[in-house]
């Protein structure tokens, strides 16, 4: 079965500080999808990235940054000189390949970036 | 539309009611996925429809939850005999094809007192 952990249940940074946000997957599927999505306050999640399993290198957008390690399953998250906006509650997933290729989600970090 | 739309925002029940929560998808998005939130928690997958086909419901709990979405566009997900335990944030996603690019709507938060 598939199982997503977020190990850091809440994180609380000052702004401008780096933060990383860790997540681990267990899968028996040898081809997979991992995701991050942002849940602000108001409820909808927002898509920052999916990456195929295939494809271990590191990714950058701005601020933001992936760490993909297939060798120890692991998927992290990185904000480089965070700011206030950066506050939500981020999820990790995991989806398969084929079928309704349905998200199991872990159970989120909520970050808070103080002013 | 813009984005997901999903009705109504909030929705309070009896015990033993029956509910109904819309959801609009962005227009010409054939993938359509409902996923259940409880409080502090990662949502949880319910099911999935490809157009109008029901290609996935091995996360509705019961017997008492029924989606449909008859014409590939809107979708309704109906809670029948609602129960404390049904009380969460039901979520809305849709996808030109599969989980590519999820766009989810805000959701509806249902209250079972």
């Known amino acids: 079965a598939q199982k997503v952990t977020q190990a850091q249940t809440e994180i609380s940074v000052v702004e401008k500080e780096d933060v990383t946000l860790d997540c681990v997957y267990e899968?028996?599927?040898?081809?997979?999808?991992l995701f991050w999505y942002k849940q602000p306050p108001s409820g909808e999640l927002v898509f920052l990235i999916r990456?195929?399993?295939?494809?271990?290198q590191n990714e950058i957008s701005g601020r933001y940054s992936w760490n993909f390690q297939k060798s120890t399953s692991s998927f992290n998250f990185t904000i480089t000189a965070s700011q206030v906006v950066d506050s939500a509650v981020y999820f990790c997933a995991l989806s398969e390949v084929q079928g309704a290729q349905k998200l199991v989600f872990g159970q989120g970090t909520r970050l808070t970036i103080n002013p | 539309g813009a984005g997901v739309s999903q009705s109504p925002r909030y929705k309070v029940a009896k015990r033993g009611q029956d509910v109904a929560l819309r959801c609009d998808p962005i227009s010409g998005h054939v993938s359509l996925f409902w996923y259940q939130q409880a409080l502090g928690q990662g949502p949880e997958f319910l099911t999935y429809f490809q157009n109008e086909a029901q290609l996935d419901k091995s996360g509705l709990p019961s017997d008492r939850f029924f989606a449909e979405r008859p014409e590939g566009s809107v979708s309704t997900l109906k809670i029948q005999r609602t129960q404390q335990e049904d009380s969460a944030v039901y979520l809305c996603?849709?996808?030109?094809?599969?989980?590519?690019?999820?766009?989810f709507g805000s959701g509806t938060q249902l209250s079972v007192l």
């Open positions: 990456r195929n399993s295939f494809d271990e």
């Open positions: 996603a849709s996808s030109w094809r599969g989980n590519e690019k999820l766009f």
């Open positions: 899968t028996r599927d040898t081809t997979y999808y």
